[in-house]
């Protein structure tokens, strides 16, 4: 049974930082993808960043140069660094995971397996 658990999410000023952590248990494939996902109340969710197990990433172009994802192996632990945060990245942020290279891990009508979601608010 994989789960995975957010934190790191809060309310934050226009400009700052916050930190999300994802922790994955009940998934030990050799080859895996993670991911970031967001969803603002009224809009779809869209796909934020997402990493495989041979350290390749993806990112959104909202996010490019802003957000890092990252990841632990030895804590099973999945990061999503996020800086320089804008009013518009407030959003539900969801940690997801699935089998397969990065690219599986920017669908979210292909992920499998999804966190319950931490809330990220970014005042102005």
């Known amino acids: 049974q994989v789960q995975l658990v957010e934190s790191g999410g809060g309310s934050v000023q226009a400009g700052g930082s916050l930190r999300l952590s994802c922790a994955a248990s009940?998934?030990?494939?050799?080859?895996?993808?993670m991911g970031w996902f967001r969803q603002a109340p009224g809009t779809e969710r869209e796909a934020v960043a997402a990493?495989?197990?041979?350290?390749?990433?993806k990112y959104a172009d909202p996010v490019k140069g802003r957000f890092t994802i990252s990841q632990d192996n030895a804590k099973n632990t999945l990061y999503l660094q996020m800086n320089s945060l804008k009013p518009e990245d407030t959003a539900m942020y969801y940690c997801?995971?699935?089998?397969?290279?990065?690219?599986?891990?920017?669908?979210?009508?292909?992920?499998?397996?999804w966190g319950q979601g931490t809330q990220v608010t970014v005042s102005s």
């Open positions: 997801a995971a699935d089998l397969g290279p990065v690219g599986y891990c920017t669908r979210g009508d292909r992920v499998n397996f």
């Open positions: 009940g998934y030990t494939a050799s080859s895996y993808c």
């Open positions: 990493i495989d197990s041979t350290g390749r990433t």
